[in-house]
């Protein structure tokens, strides 16, 4: 069943930026009322990271990439930190609002199926972005470790919390229950950033495991914002953006159908 809207019937003209406006900022109040679980606690997560493989690897090892180990580090795990928690802001609210049977109170304004998708990626983003900043800063502060690119960085950090935003709200659509949410994110979204050269340069990788490595959209976001951070990366940063551009577009449009068809919204 489709949701419920008319776009030629619309008083307010082709896009409706009054809700569009509330849907983000619900969204993104949504994180910010709890921000010592949704900012404070990956900023804690990230730093004990870096300080266990500091303690356990990181003074023996030789550098990565002509960098030490501990500053090749950082930005995968800043991009990991991204990347998890934009999936976890937009695939949490569509289950909670499914579960508790409040989804209505989003498919029922008028807000057309493109609205609604750009209105739970911006709240996706603007977590992302926020954590970035957040870890960036104690980078700087702890480490000394400054954006040698700050463009590209930034680029890429609002290409992961799109990406991820959207896989997020698909995989929120697609689940109907808490364990089915679990089992994605478990399965797919965590291999899927520890798997991407988060930790190590794909270049020690077997060829067929590096090559692989080269079809996974996150490995690009996490070498995008390596190359942004520190100025060594395993890929050109312009393939690095077609990629994950295309490959956002692409869950974005898919899950734009979901939405425009309700599918598993309505009964």
């Not at 930005?75 to 949490?92: K, W, Y």
């Not at 109170?105 to 911006?122: F, N, V, W």
Request: hydrophobic share 55%; with cysteine.
């Amino acid at each position: 069943m489709q949701i419920p809207f008319e776009q030629n019937k619309r008083r307010f003209g082709t896009v409706n930026w009054m809700g569009l406006y509330t849907l983000a900022k619900r969204e993104t109040q949504r994180f910010l009322v709890v921000w010592t679980q949704t900012l404070l606690a990956p900023l804690v997560t990230a730093g004990l990271f870096l300080l266990i493989f500091n303690i356990a690897i990181g003074p023996s090892r030789a550098d990565v990439m002509g960098v030490p180990f501990l500053t090749f580090l950082a930005p995968g795990i800043m991009m990991m930190t991204v990347i998890q928690n934009a999936f976890a802001n937009t695939s949490s609210s569509m289950v909670i609002a499914k579960v508790q049977g409040n989804i209505v109170d989003t498919l029922m304004p008028p807000l057309s199926p493109l609205e609604i998708l750009l209105g739970y990626l911006a709240g996706g983003i603007a977590r992302g972005v926020l954590i970035a900043f957040v870890i960036a800063l104690a980078l700087a502060l702890v480490l000394g470790l400054v954006p040698q690119n700050p463009l590209i960085a930034l680029i890429f950090v609002i290409l992961g919390g799109a990406f991820m935003g959207a896989l997020g709200l698909f995989a929120g659509i697609f689940a109907n229950k808490f364990d089915q949410m679990a089992a994605i994110t478990n399965f797919i979204v965590t291999p899927l950033a520890f798997l991407s050269g988060t930790f190590y340069s794909v270049e020690a990788l077997p060829p067929i495991l590096n090559r692989l490595s080269h079809v996974n959209p996150v490995f690009y976001l996490i070498d995008g914002l390596r190359h942004g951070m520190i100025g060594v990366s395993d890929s050109a940063p312009a393939l690095g953006i077609a990629v994950c551009s295309g490959a956002t577009l692409a869950i974005c449009a898919v899950t734009w159908q979901m939405l425009r068809k309700g599918y598993r919204l309505k009964a």
